[in-house]
């Protein structure tokens, strides 16, 4: 199994709802990522998890809080968001964080808009 | 600061050569890396380079001068398919990949 999955595949929120979005992956990578991106630009990192640990925030607000509940899930909770945090939401994980080589695998991604 | 150029977008004709450019200035190197992004899906891997000179995969080959900050993907036969963007990513000191703003390839008839 090659695949990183991720759920729902869209998602249409107004500013006071809560949603979780969740990153599923049985390759048996450590690492596991979130990543924004918004229409013509790269991805933006958000989070790393490394062993199930956040080794990474990237000044990311509150309104966005990660979870990894074991090596293979990683969710990201929203609440309050506002309407610039449309974006695509990209799932990504890779064998471990660091190393010379570290290809990372995409999920999908999530199409998030906030009304 | 850490900066990676490539063109913002390339267009060519199907069944030609495309060779598109990136350049970068990142603290410390590890690798770099060419993904494929078609419009609204997740990108995917392509190729990585860590060592000097040309990989090739098919249709596609990625070359690497780390003394000159510089790599190229060059796709062959180009076929329809192929439009997408193309982005460059460079995994720097911390292993973190610092990505390039893409590349948009158009394929005309």
């Known amino acids: 199994d090659t695949e990183v999955t991720q759920t729902p595949k869209h998602l249409v929120m107004g500013m006071t709802n809560k949603k979780s979005l969740k990153c599923e992956q049985h390759?048996?990578?450590?690492?596991m990522y979130w990543y924004k991106q918004k229409a013509k630009k790269p991805p933006e990192l958000m989070f790393v998890?490394?062993?199930?640990?956040?080794?990474i925030n990237e000044s990311v607000p509150s309104r966005f809080s990660p979870e990894c509940p074991n090596s293979s899930l990683l969710n990201l909770h929203l609440h309050a968001l506002q309407p610039e945090d449309s974006a695509l939401y990209l799932c990504?994980?890779?064998?471990?964080?660091?190393?010379?080589?570290?290809?990372?695998?995409f999920g999908p991604g999530t199409r998030l808009t906030v009304l | 600061g850490q900066n990676i150029d490539q063109p913002t977008e390339m267009t060519a004709t199907e069944g030609a050569i495309v060779q598109i450019n990136c350049t970068y200035q990142?603290?410390?190197?590890?690798?770099l890396f060419w993904y494929q992004q078609h419009a609204g899906e997740a990108p995917t891997f392509l190729s990585y380079n860590v060592l000097d000179g040309l990989e090739e995969k098919g249709r596609f080959s990625s070359f690497l001068s780390r003394s000159k900050g510089y790599s190229y993907l060059l796709l062959k036969e180009l076929q329809m398919k192929d439009s997408a963007s193309y982005l460059c990513?460079?995994?720097?000191?911390?292993?973190?990949?610092?990505w390039g703003a893409g590349t948009k390839l158009i394929i005309k008839p």
């Open positions: 390759m048996g990578h450590r690492a």
């Open positions: 998890y490394s062993y199930e640990k956040l080794s």
């Open positions: 990513a460079v995994s720097d000191s911390n292993y973190q990949l610092i």
């Open positions: 990504a994980s890779s064998q471990d964080e660091g190393g010379s080589y570290n290809e990372q695998f």
């Open positions: 990142t603290s410390g190197f590890n690798g």
